[in-house]
């Protein structure tokens, strides 16, 4: 069964950066796009981006780009989104998530990770 | 960008009742609408897609509807699983964009 494990949560001061992991099982990981939602707390999800694990292709939300980098690991099937120049705004939890099959319906998600910036 | 305007933000309902929740597109974006559920401390799970595609191991009373710029997930005789916070999603454009949920709570 697909399954995508995210790494840790994480505690980080305000201006340093932050890398975290989404490792995917149970499918062919170059076969289908990874994105990235924020959730910060109490509030609804925003759409960072999405990678194309085959190509390396990148989508972006103008509001994420220059603060997030996505990239990937085909050979442990990873997936790793980094955040830079964190402020208090970028506490939130992040999700990794996998489409569904032909498809931009987020069908599969990631446990998701905590970040808290704070010094 | 889509906005997606989700209203009641707040419906209180005791188990039973069946409920619509509705989804406002900014612009006309066809079928491509997803429904989300997210429990709390929980992440999302997808309940519809395409507006009304049903997704296996989703209830049946769980149904969606709508084309354009108006969408609704209907839930057919609540149960208190239920209770929960519901998000729709668009993936017409770039960004994909999400509504801000309406929360169903136990009257």
């Known amino acids: 069964q697909v399954k995508l494990l995210q790494s840790g949560a994480a505690l980080v001061k305000p201006g340093a950066s932050v890398k975290m992991s989404c490792k995917a099982s149970?499918?062919?990981?170059?076969?289908?796009?990874v994105s990235w939602v924020k959730q910060s707390h109490g509030k609804s999800l925003e759409w960072i981006g999405e990678?194309?694990?085959?190509?390396?292709?990148?989508n972006f939300n103008e509001k994420f780009k220059g603060k997030a980098t996505l990239t990937v690991d085909k050979s442990t099937s990873t997936a790793y989104m980094e955040l830079s120049r964190l402020t208090s705004e970028d506490s939130a939890i992040y999700y990794c998530?996998?489409?569904?099959?032909?498809?931009?319906?987020?069908?599969?998600w990631g446990q998701g990770v905590m970040v808290t910036v704070s010094s | 960008d889509i906005v997606l305007t989700q209203s009641p933000a707040t419906l209180s309902v005791t188990p039973g009742e069946s409920v619509s929740l509705s989804c406002r597109a900014s612009?006309?974006?066809?079928?491509?609408i997803h429904w989300y559920q997210q429990k709390s401390n929980e992440s999302p799970r997808l309940l519809i897609k395409?507006?009304?595609q049903s997704i296996s191991g989703i209830p049946s009373r769980f149904s969606g509807s709508g084309s354009g710029t108006d969408f609704t997930l209907s839930i057919n005789r609540v149960e208190s699983e239920d209770f929960s916070v519901y998000y729709c999603?668009?993936?017409?454009?770039?960004?994909?964009?999400f509504g801000g949920g309406t929360k169903l709570e136990l009257k």
């Open positions: 395409y507006a009304s």
């Open positions: 612009q006309g974006i066809s079928t491509s």
């Open positions: 149970g499918y062919t990981f170059t076969d289908y796009w």
């Open positions: 999603q668009q993936s017409y454009s770039l960004p994909r964009t």
């Open positions: 998530t996998r489409y569904d099959y032909g498809g931009y319906s987020h069908h599969y």
């Open positions: 990678i194309y694990p085959n190509s390396g292709a990148t």
